[in-house]
């Protein structure tokens, strides 16, 4: 995304807080501010993933909380068009760490405060091996968008899979 990769990567539920990134064309410089940041510009990018980190943990702890409260960052850049994205937490049904029994609850009322806005558009991320037809991504779409105008599917890591899918496939239909 923005042709740096500065989001936090990880196993369960990474994204806790609503992430609202503003990617801003600037012809002359690359750099990220943070609104609770007031003033200060980040240009290394490993650096803004720590900040989301500890930004993240500040507010949720460090045990797996979540929190609706967004964090708001702005990314400028002469590779990137004038856009907002908001990335959001996955669903999850079953609470690890300090997560309440009702996290699931929880994570669909964060949600739903963005997705329902008739001028969003939806991003369903889901992995490529992943069946499409339990996605929760894909379920919450058509909950509020029933005619899918507004709804873009995405699967992430196609060619993890496929290179392992392809091999496969072959040997498979020549047994046949």
């Not at 609503?18 to 990617?23: H, R, S």
């Not at 509020?144 to 899979?161: A, E, F, H, N, W």
């Amino acid at each position: 995304m923005a042709f740096r990769d500065f989001l936090p990567r990880g196993s369960g539920i990474i994204t806790r807080r609503p992430l609202v990134l503003q990617l801003i064309n600037c012809p002359t410089a690359e750099y990220a501010e943070f609104l609770h940041c007031k003033g200060r510009k980040f240009t290394d990018f490993d650096k803004v993933r720590q900040e989301i980190e500890a930004e993240t943990e500040r507010v949720t702890g460090q045990n797996k909380g979540i929190s609706p409260v967004p964090i708001n960052l702005r990314v400028y850049s002469p590779n990137v068009l004038n856009l907002t994205l908001v990335d959001l937490p996955g669903m999850t049904e079953v609470p690890v760490g300090d997560q309440p029994p009702d996290i699931e609850h929880q994570i669909r009322e964060i949600i739903m405060q963005f997705v329902t806005k008739d001028n969003c558009l939806l991003l369903a991320v889901s992995l490529a091996n992943s069946d499409l037809a339990n996605s929760d991504a894909l379920k919450i779409a058509k909950e509020v968008d029933p005619q899918g105008r507004r709804l873009r599917s995405i699967q992430t890591k196609t060619s993890r899979y496929m290179n392992s899918f392809f091999p496969s496939a072959i040997r498979l239909l020549n047994t046949k």
